[in-house]
Structures are given as structure tokens and as C-alpha cells.
């Protein structure tokens, strides 16, 4: 990418970025490669204040990020330990003892006239007994615990394929560090003591740590994760707080030896209370239960969370406590706030490291002269605002539709009230199987589709144009598409080999 010029009259100069983690790190790295040294950029961490570094996983997104900041792909998985991943498993969410993949990539190939589900959609309601998990080769490779990255060949049926990673989080973050010193970064050891502002505008001009080191700079960026520092200790932003829709409020996380084979995919399995992540990495398996506090006691939740992992505990466990939602302003004079100083969505879809390189690519799109003209920060505000908000409806989409499941938890959330945006989303699907998505949103219609189907919800029509085709036709054109599937999947290697067969 080229760089972006940063000299002359009424630049940005100066960047000071408060915290590390994966936040500040990513961010840093980020505006150092794009900026090229043509401004100072400056994070303050401790060493004394934790992370919280359990987010694992992610989703197909991250290999822009990558790509954005210099990454090549084999040290990367060396680095952070990292495994590939195909999609995510759900265990016991629409009902006990049923479980369905939410895999990435495309379901069926590209065919002429409607959409590819509206001709499963029609096929199905014409007798033809094939499940939509038989048209996602990702489904079927994850299923197998087998790999292959994508063909850029359209023509070829891995060209259908998606992937992500699971990895280390902290190592993470110390890889990107390692590349953004490299461009420029200084890196500040030390705690926040006080934060200076301009009499006028109200804008921070400095940050000073407890040792007496003043950071002066036009633009600051808020990555004190949780505690929010800047974005709202200073500023005062406000936060929409979701938990009456998300109402799980703690985490408790724990790491596991590895399990002899790694499996190319999150699971995320439902408990009574909430529900817990399995995340597998090279050296590692990572582990968690998210749960409401109200109905389940920390140790309670500690003691599931231990009974329920595939090897022997590598620490203690750990809690963590926050509140669904998002702050009503990221974006407030010249403070930015990236990570989870901006909001807070459970790690249910793997959205965390999503949200802050979608924050990251926003504020280089509309990267401020030092006057922080406010149009810019009320655009970003929006946008981010939209993000979160569709997120949080698909998350919602998982907790409310579900059966057979008793516990208070889940009693509360198939009663609850939703959010306009998803009852009519739901409606629209149920009616005529159509996805009605914005351009914008993270979760186009492959996702949307396997969580509707995963969780029970089911179109009752389909598109009319699919009537336009032969229904033999149709059938015949979508069963040599789940045969091609079968046998591609068949022909890859394990996940394990792939990964050694990259990595060396």
C-alpha cells in the first residue's frame, strides 16, 4: 500500500497510542506501515496491567489485516502457534444434542439465474432430502479435520473454500510489536498518571506517566481495553449497555494440553448458563465459559469449565467481567477508541479482532488533519455504530432461537424482546428465504444462512424466478455439485499436515 502523505500544514504529526494487547499493537502496526515514518508514533503500556488476551479466534477478515501490515503467512502461524480454521461448531444450541457447523466460504458454486440456496430451496421443497452443511466444502473438510486453502481459480470448487486462524493472542501481539518497532513505533513502559487538555477545545495534548514522562501528541487512540481511559474517563462518551439482550456478563478462561489431533474449527458447546469456547492451537488448547452471574457463581462456573476440557489445566482460571453493548461515541475531538475501550460483544462469532481492524481501517479512511474536523469522527461514529449493531443481532439470532432447553437462561432469551432490525430479518427468511442484507455488514448471506438453518429457522418459500429452471434439472445440477464436493474433500490432506507442510 502505498504511503500516505503526512507532511505539511495542519498534519497530524504525532501519535500516541494508550495501551498494547492486540489493540494497540494491531493499530500500531497498522498506521506505521500505511504512514512510513512520515509521523512519530508512540504506545504507552505497562507490563504491570494484564491483557486480556483469550480471544483466539477469527474469521475470514483477519487476512486483510495481515496482508495490511506485512505479514507472511508461514511466520505468522510459526509465531503465534497459530492452526487453521474453517468455520465454528455449535454444540446444543437449537436444542440438546443437536449441533450444526457455521462454516465460511460459499455454500454450492455459482450457478446462472437466482441464488444458490433459493435452488436448494426449491429442490428441498420438492423432495430432495440434502442438508445445506452437504453444499459447504468447509463443512465437509472441518467435519474430517482436513485442509485446503483456497483456489483463486474460479473454475475449481476450492475456490467455494474460506479460512481463518486460531492463535496465541499475546504472541500475536508480540509479533506485530516485532513489526512495528521495526517501522518506527516507541514503545513506553510505563502507567497513566495524567491526562492534559487544551483549555479551549477540550482536545488531549499529552499524556504523563507516573514516572513523570510527558507524550505529546494531535491524535490519540484509545486501546486501554476495559477501563476505557481516555474515550471515557476523559471524554465521557457514554455506553449502550446490551445485556438485556446479551445477558451473559463473565468469562471464565482456562488453557488445556492439546488434544492429540487438532481440529480445523472453533467449538463453541452451550451450557446451562451460558456457554463455553474450545479454541486448538499448536501448543495448546484454549478454553472458556461465558455465563450470566446472576444465575451461575464464578467457582460454579470454574468447576463446569474444568470438568468439560479434553486435557489436564496449564493454569489457573481466570475471570473476566464485562457488559454487552458499545459506547455511544468511539470517536470524540481527537481521542479514537479501538478495541474494547469502544465496546464489548462476546467472543460468540469471533468478532473481537474483527472490530478492531474494522475500527482501524475506518480511521485510515478518514484520517484527521489536527483539527479532528467532527464531520469525520460523526461518520466514523456511524459506521462503527452500524458494525456493532449487526453483530449483535446475529448474536442475538443464536440465543433466542432454541428449543427444548429449560435452564432460566435460556427460558429468558427465546421470551425476550428483540431488536426490530432481526424480527424483520427473521420474518422476511422464514417467508421467502431471502437475506435482507446491507452492503456494509460482516456477516454476508452464507453465514446468515447457516445459523438461520443451524438454530431451526426455515424458509417456507424461495425465490419465483427459481421456478424458471427444470426441477430435474435443478436437482441434477445440485447433486453433481455435493458429489463434486465430496470427492474434493476427500482428496485433501489432514489439518495437521497441512499445517506442518507450510510452516516446515
Known sequence: MDGIDAAGPGRISRIVILGGGTAGWMTAAALSRMFRQRLSITLLESEEIGTVGVGEATIPTIHWFNQLAGL???????????????GIEFVDWARPGHRYLHPFGQYGAPLPGVAFHHRWLKARAEGLDVSLADFSLAARLAQANRFARPSDDPRSILSTLGYAYHFDAGLYARHLRELAEAHGV??????????????????????????????PGELFIDCSGFRALLIEGEMQAGYDDWSHWLPCDRAVAVPCERAAETTPYTRSTARAAGWQWRIPLQHRTGNGYVYCSTLLSDDEAAATLLANLDGAAM??????????????????GNVVAIGLSAGFLEPLESTSIHLIQSAIAKLSTLFPDRDCDPALAARFNALFAADMDNIKDFLILHYHATADKPEPLWAQCRHMALPDTLVEREREYRRSGRLMLGSEELFREASWLAVLNGQG??????????????????????ERIRDAMARAAAEQPGHDAALAALIG
Open 72 to 86: 507472511d503467512e508461514a511466520a505468522f502461524l510459526r509465531a503465534t502457534k497459530a492452526t487453521f480454521k474453517l
Open 186 to 215: 516507541v514503545r513506553v513502559e510505563g502507567r497513566l498518571a495524567e491526562v492534559e487538555r487544551h483549555s479551549e477545545t477540550g482536545f488531549v495534548t499529552a499524556l504523563a506517566t507516573v514516572r513523570g514522562e510527558r507524550l
Open 315 to 332: 493454569a489457573e482460571p481466570r475471570v473476566l467481567r464485562f457488559t454487552a453493548g458499545r459506547r455511544r461515541r468511539a470517536w470524540i
Open 457 to 478: 429457522i426455515h424458509a417456507a418459500g424461495y425465490h419465483p424466478m427459481a421456478d424458471t429452471i427444470d426441477s430435474a434439472t435443478n436437482r441434477a445440477q445440485l
